[in-house]
């Protein structure tokens, strides 16, 4: 069965360094979304992209990030400088279309260290 | 707020029991969705239940949805020490056709 897959799966970075974190989403698939859970919290939304564009962020998703599909299989989220509070664990996922039939595929997760 | 809340926040039953856990929501919903989490690790999806519909199944889950009271409920019948997880609804809201929202989790213990 297709996945979604992230890498690296633990990423410890130094406050103020810029890290990226990877994702492959399943192939045929059009909305990719990221979202962040900060440990013993619940998941929240960062941001959805659909035809190279930002379609939606939330207010957690500020200057200090970027996402982009550079190519046709790859979709990144970046931290320019990253801070102790971007600790988490980082998802992404996809889904094929918006038809409520249609569920999100989440990725296995990039856990960030920022020390 | 357009989060989904699940009740209770902590479950301990034992192996063989049936494990219930409830989520409720505040606005209209495309789709509610329910996801597995052990400690640490990815998210993994349960089921979907439609906005149209009242019950799904899915081997030993079942899932119960109430538009009219705006909450919903996994069922996980004859629980294994293996479902001991933490399990989340999250809802796709009416118009949003985007993000889902998750809730705060019912962490569920199956002691063996």
């Known amino acids: 069965e297709p996945e979604v897959t992230q890498t690296p799966s633990h990423q410890v970075t130094q406050m103020g360094q810029e890290v990226i974190l990877r994702c492959v989403p399943i192939s045929n698939h059009l909305y990719f979304y990221w979202y962040r859970q900060i440990l013993g919290q619940k998941v929240e939304f960062l941001v959805s992209?659909?035809?190279?564009?930002?379609?939606?962020k939330s207010e957690i998703f500020d200057d200090q990030f970027s996402v982009e599909r550079p190519d046709g299989s790859n979709f990144t989220l970046k931290i320019r400088s990253t801070k102790l509070e971007d600790s988490a664990m980082y998802f992404c996922?996809?889904?094929?279309?918006?038809?409520?039939?249609?569920?999100?595929?989440f990725g296995p997760g990039t856990r960030l260290t920022v020390t | 707020s357009q989060q989904g809340e699940e009740d209770p926040q902590a479950l301990s039953i034992q192996e063989g029991e049936n494990a219930t856990m409830n989520c409720s929501y505040k606005?209209?919903?495309?789709?509610l969705q329910w996801y597995r989490q052990n400690s640490g690790r990815g998210l993994v999806h349960l089921i979907l239940i439609r906005s149209n519909e009242r019950e799904k199944h899915s081997g030993r889950l079942r899932v119960t949805l109430d538009t009219s009271k705006k909450s919903s409920s996994l069922l996980i019948t004859a629980s294994r020490a293996a479902d001991t997880a933490s399990y989340f609804c999250a809802t796709e809201f009416e118009g949003g056709y985007q993000k889902v929202t998750f809730g705060t989790g019912t962490k569920l213990q199956v002691i063996p």
């Open positions: 992209f659909y035809n190279n564009e930002i379609s939606e």
């Open positions: 996922a996809s889904r094929e279309g918006l038809h409520s039939n249609y569920e999100q595929y």
């Open positions: 606005t209209s919903i495309n789709n």
